[in-house]
């Protein structure tokens, strides 16, 4: 899935009356139509999966679905639970009980409320795309791995990783697994072959519904959702004790990070996505608003005994594709599955729990973009370590931990880059040599005077051993941080300790303050060592080599 930049924010508009105000309702009324039964059984799935139920799943669909369209910055972007947010509570279940969760939706929906308030909106365009891939290749791992012990209808231990919770629930398989790895199989082979025949399709429900039927007919043994509410629950302040709130606090930021991420990278994919329908206006979005919107989402779900919400890359995809323009679109989605609540419990309750596993299975799969990590991998060996490392950390430690350490590799591998970036030349002296310019030494610095590459700079310029004055060219240094000023500094007093005459010049007026705070202009023998010509400055130099040894 490549990333690309985000938009402009959208400038304010205000309501016309021109004859076309509502030509857009039979589209979204269709679109939200087509996302709802796209998102019944993945709002189920996701449920089940981080442990608060499928019960919690509904509601997190339908309260932080319509709350995120109503309040949200992106116009076609469609939230509610997610993939991601179910690797990250799961662990979070497997230690606090399931009772934990709406608190930390309410916390975690409070932080990102206030990052969008922040207008800290932005901050998602410095995440590196192979930090991106590697992120999304890990959930897809993991979420796929979560699903093997229904698969097999053996439970796992709680809070075991999932890698290692598969290996083992594998290892105990006994005869029934026949039954629920026979559901799974019919899952994903619909889910593969419905949308070649018949597009439009909803694969996934169709092929729950089959499954489902058939599972009754059959009166197979295998695991089935349960009763479900028949009702929206009342909202509800979860319970909360400071304990709590300190003990809940660290998970709370994880959630919080996670959806700010995944919510502004879901907005930005529906902003460029190919659509012959969806306008430019509708393309825009607000982060700063996207993030208000999910906070308030999370907020929501949480006080209806929900779980936190994200922007749902795949649903908004099928919004978009179904031919969405407006905020119409997410809200019917979600009065959608609200109806389905109120009149359609029973049926559901009967849906096997291994025809959810197979399809978050599917959908895992189709979360990684397979020719964008392997252009990744093909491009530069630091971005493919920074994918695999960004992986590994996902499906071995931590999603959140993942991100860190992603980006603090990307991080050091690009001012490795820059290091080598920054480079030093001797250069030849202008005109005409003269007796004694073996004494003089010319060095250009160009690129960046920063930490990763100072000492290398000095230790270049205190190399030449012959030189009575020394002429630094900063003129093509294009960064200076405190630590190269600083070095900088340090070469010059050094240089002078030993006798060498230092003359600079070209410094940038940019450049001006951070030398000048450092003490580099002070360590110079006079100020009138600091030159905005080279000629005059070769010039001084040569009258310097000229003079006898004693004259400083």
Do not use: C
Request: aromatic share 2%.
């Amino acid at each position: 899935m490549t990333r690309t930049s985000a938009p402009e924010r959208a400038p304010r508009s205000t309501p016309t009356t021109s004859p076309g105000r509502w030509s857009h309702v039979p589209a979204d009324l269709l679109a939200g139509v087509t996302v709802g039964v796209v998102a019944l059984p993945l709002a189920l799935a996701f449920g089940v999966s981080s442990g608060v139920g499928p019960a919690a799943g509904l509601v997190t669909a339908v309260v932080a679905g319509i709350v995120a369209a109503v309040f949200g910055g992106s116009r076609v972007q469609v939230s509610g639970p997610t993939g991601a947010m179910a690797v990250v509570l799961a662990p979070l279940v497997a230690v606090h009980g399931a009772g934990a969760v709406p608190l930390v939706a309410v916390m975690a929906g409070l932080m990102v409320l206030g990052l969008g308030l922040a207008r800290l909106g932005r901050v998602v365009t410095f995440i590196p795309w192979p930090v991106v891939e590697g992120f999304t290749l890990g959930i897809a791992t993991i979420i796929f791995l979560q699903q093997v012990p229904a698969a097999v209808g053996v439970g796992a231990t709680a809070g075991q990783n999932p890698l290692v919770a598969a290996i083992d629930v594998a290892g105990r398989a006994g005869p029934e697994a026949l039954w629920t790895l026979g559901t799974v199989a019919v899952v994903v082979a619909l889910m593969l072959v419905l949308p070649r025949i018949w597009a439009a399709l909803p694969a996934s429900l169709v092929a729950i519904i089959v499954v489902t039927v058939t599972a009754e007919l059959l009166d197979a043994p295998v695991a089935r959702i349960g009763a479900l509410p028949d009702s929206l629950p009342a909202p509800s302040i979860p319970g909360v004790t400071p304990a709590l709130l300190t003990e809940l606090a660290g998970p709370a930021v994880a959630v919080a990070a996670l959806a700010a991420i995944e919510s502004l990278l879901s907005a930005r994919v529906a902003a460029t996505m190919p659509s012959d329908t969806l306008t430019d206006e509708a393309r825009r979005y607000d982060p700063d608003r996207e993030l208000v919107g999910q906070g308030l989402a999370s907020v929501a779900a949480g006080l209806f005994g929900g779980m936190p919400a994200t922007g749902a890359i795949a649903r908004t995809a099928v919004n978009v594709r179904a031919g969405a323009r407006t905020r119409l679109a997410a809200v019917v989605h979600g009065l959608i599955i609200l109806l389905v609540i109120y009149a359609a419990t029973g049926p559901v309750g009967q849906i096997p729990l291994a025809a959810l596993s197979g399809v978050l299975m599917v959908t895992a799969v189709r979360m990684v973009d397979v020719r964008a990590v392997r252009t990744v991998l093909r491009s530069t060996r630091g971005s493919a370590l920074v994918l695999v490392v960004t992986a590994v950390v996902t499906i071995a430690v931590d999603l959140v931990q993942a991100i860190v350490v992603g980006l603090a590799v990307a991080a050091l591998l690009a001012l490795r880059a820059l290091s080598r970036a920054a480079v030093v030349h001797r250069q030849p002296l202008p005109g005409p040599a003269v007796d004694g310019d073996d004494h003089i030494a010319l060095f250009r610095l160009d690129g960046s005077m920063f930490f990763g590459a100072a000492d290398r700079i000095a230790e270049t310029v205190q190399r030449d051993h012959a030189a009575r004055v020394v002429v630094l060219r900063l003129s093509g240094l294009r960064l200076v941080d405190a630590t190269g000023a600083h070095a900088l500094a340090e070469l010059v007093a050094t240089l002078e300790r030993a006798g060498v005459t230092v003359l600079v010049k070209g410094v940038q007026e940019q450049h001006r303050p951070v030398l000048t705070r450092v003490g580099v202009l002070d360590e110079l023998a006079s100020e009138s060592h600091l030159f905005d010509d080279l000629d005059a400055a070769i010039e001084h130099a040569r009258d310097h080599v000229a003079r006898p040894r004693t004259d400083s």
